[in-house]
């Protein structure tokens, strides 16, 4: 008989995930439209998919340099520097990574020591927390709210700043909140970086998707290349989700340590994902500049839709998220997405599964066709209506 | 602007309320610029793009390459005005290349196209010689795939 448990403390002490429970309402259900997804609607251009069928066609099913394949490499390289003006030495200071996720996993295990603090902000994208957990770091939480409509501010940042603190990590444009940084704030958070010795990851995976907007690469910000892990993807921008390609450029010495970590738990990313890419970098703005126009009309009915039926909703600059607040109706987050979700077969994802400053607020995706975001927002309306409490 | 003539494009019945909502122009703005390209035949019409395949009722098509001898003067514009006032030709092009027009034409039997090219089209004063190609299948129309495009199939909740 087994005595101990078999899962380590380390893996115990991740909470499960509170939407696990909502695929199980859904997988019973009918004609339910979600807004719960986090993932574009358009599938992948042809001409991509095209070029990794005739990867495989060619007989691309190899593993590649650690690295990457160095033609992709050469070609962010220059996708990089045509976004923000910024070189990568495509040799050693490049790594083509399994999504931004794995990057993100990278860069903590590359750079934290036990018991190294790293300050995420909240709300976040769920797997920041477990991942500085998973590589024995402590995560400080930053709150942000609506008053600055969750752009994380430089002096809450500072606050929090004690001797064990080795990183800053963000993600912006975000998930969920859609928040965009300005310029004048990154300058600040740069500055508190420099002060205090600082390392930034900078997760910038919905960097493409913004709206009336610039959006800044963190690297490009004065005596920060130096101190930033710069994470990209081609799932937002490209469409390329389930290919599962990311990647990471800092200095040679980080690249080369995060480098020996990827060598020894995945060796290479997929080889015709890699060949995919190539493309997508070649050709694929004219697609990627098409998806955003659309995004942009579906965010404005969304946001409009919010705010004509009480839910109040800031206007997000970035990525495909809504971040509208329930407060009106007086539920919970949680319970307003189970409510809406057995009444109205509308599926969102309750704010608090991003942190406690979520509380109060939906995730609403509108990378979901027209038709849909206007079949949803009638169905929410009317809950809404059913629901206002003041 | 032209972003308003795009969803129009997409979507004849958006109204110019949505447009607006989804442009974020003022309403009254895009009002206008509608009425406008109404009037000058910027917008020629709206219509309706049908699978009549779906509706049982068949629908014969052939694409017609027409070598003609332009014209002093007018070029290849008198034969081809002489060739699309006839209704039975839905869409004429001049075309580059070892032929000249290119028409299309629609009827309700091969019989009737036929009888169409043979009597109408290609005994025309000017029209040297026709090569008929009847359409056997409609893969893609004006973007549309007449069968439907796969969606990305998705897990409805990810953080």
Same mark, same amino acid.
């Given at each position: 008989m087994k005595t101990r448990t078999a899962i380590s403390k380390r893996v115990r002490d991740i909470p499960p995930s509170g939407i696990r429970r909502f695929f199980d309402i859904i997988a019973s259900m009918e004609g339910v439209i979600s807004l719960g997804v986090g993932e574009p609607d358009f599938v992948t251009p042809w001409h991509i998919r095209e070029a990794g069928i005739y990867a495989l066609e060619k007989g691309y099913t190899s593993y590649t340099s650690n690295y990457g394949v160095l033609e992709l490499r050469e070609e962010l390289a220059r996708h990089i520097h045509r976004h923000h003006g910024l070189e990568y030495d495509p040799g050693c200071q490049l790594l083509v990574t399994v999504g931004v996720s794995e990057g993100v996993d990278l860069a903590? *295990? =590359?750079i934290l020591d036990p018991g190294d603090e790293v300050i995420i902000t909240d709300p976040t994208y769920v797997s920041y927390r477990a991942c500085v957990a998973l590589a024995g770091g402590e995560s400080v939480s930053v709150p942000t709210s609506v008053d600055h409509e969750f752009r994380v501010q430089a002096e809450d940042i500072e606050k929090r700043i004690t001797p064990r603190t080795r990183a800053l990590l963000i993600g912006y444009p975000s998930n969920p909140t859609g928040a965009v940084l300005d310029h004048e704030e990154l300058?600040? #958070? =740069?500055?508190? &970086?420099? *002060?205090?010795?600082?390392?930034v990851i900078s997760d910038e995976v919905y960097g493409r998707l913004v709206y009336g907007v610039e959006h800044t690469c963190f690297a490009t910000l004065p005596g920060m290349k130096e101190r930033t892990i710069y994470l990209n993807g081609f799932s937002k921008a490209f469409a390329m989700t389930g290919w599962r390609l990311g990647y990471a450029a800092a200095t040679e010495e980080i690249v080369e340590a995060m480098m020996k970590v990827h060598q020894y738990t995945m060796m290479c990313a997929s080889t015709m994902a890699q060949m995919a890419a190539i493309q997508a970098l070649r050709e694929g703005e004219p697609h990627v500049q098409q998806m955003v126009a659309e995004y942009d009309q579906r965010r404005r009915v969304m946001v409009k839709g919010f705010n004509e039926m009480g839910l109040k909703c800031f206007e997000p600059k970035g990525a495909f998220y809504a971040f509208p %607040? #329930? @407060? %009106?109706?007086?539920?919970? $987050?949680d319970e307003f997405a189970e409510r809406l979700l057995l009444e109205e077969r509308v599926a969102v994802i309750p704010g608090s599964t991003f942190g406690e400053c979520g509380e109060g607020y939906v995730r609403c995706c509108y990378a979901t066709s027209m038709p849909e975001i206007e079949e949803a927002l009638e169905r929410m309306a009317r809950f809404a209506r059913r629901h206002q409490v003041r | 602007m032209n972003d308003v003539f795009r969803i129009l494009e997409q979507d004849a019945r958006k109204t110019p309320e949505q447009i607006a909502t989804m442009t974020g122009i003022? &309403? $009254?703005? &895009? @009002?206008? =610029? #509608?009425?406008?390209?109404? *009037?000058?035949r910027t917008i020629l019409k709206y219509k309706t793009m049908l699978n009549w395949d779906k509706l049982g009722e068949k629908q014969v098509w052939a694409l017609v390459e027409v070598r003609v001898v332009p014209q002093r003067d007018v070029g290849f514009d008198a034969i081809a005005e002489r060739i699309y006032r006839f209704p039975e030709a839905r869409t004429v092009y001049l075309v580059s290349g070892a032929y000249d027009l290119c028409v299309l034409v629609a009827g309700k039997t091969m019989h009737e196209v036929a009888a169409f090219i043979s009597e109408k089209l290609a005994p025309l004063e000017g029209v040297q010689g026709t090569v008929t190609h009847f359409l056997l299948k409609t893969y893609k129309e004006d973007g549309e795939v007449i069968d439907g495009e796969e969606g990305p199939r998705r897990v409805p909740i990810m953080p």
């Open positions: 903590l *295990r =590359a300058l600040r #958070i =740069a500055d508190v &970086v420099q *002060r205090h010795d600082l390392l %607040s #329930i @407060e %009106s109706t007086g539920m919970t $987050s | 003022p &309403v $009254s703005r &895009v @009002e206008e =610029a #509608i009425k406008k390209a109404e *009037r000058d």
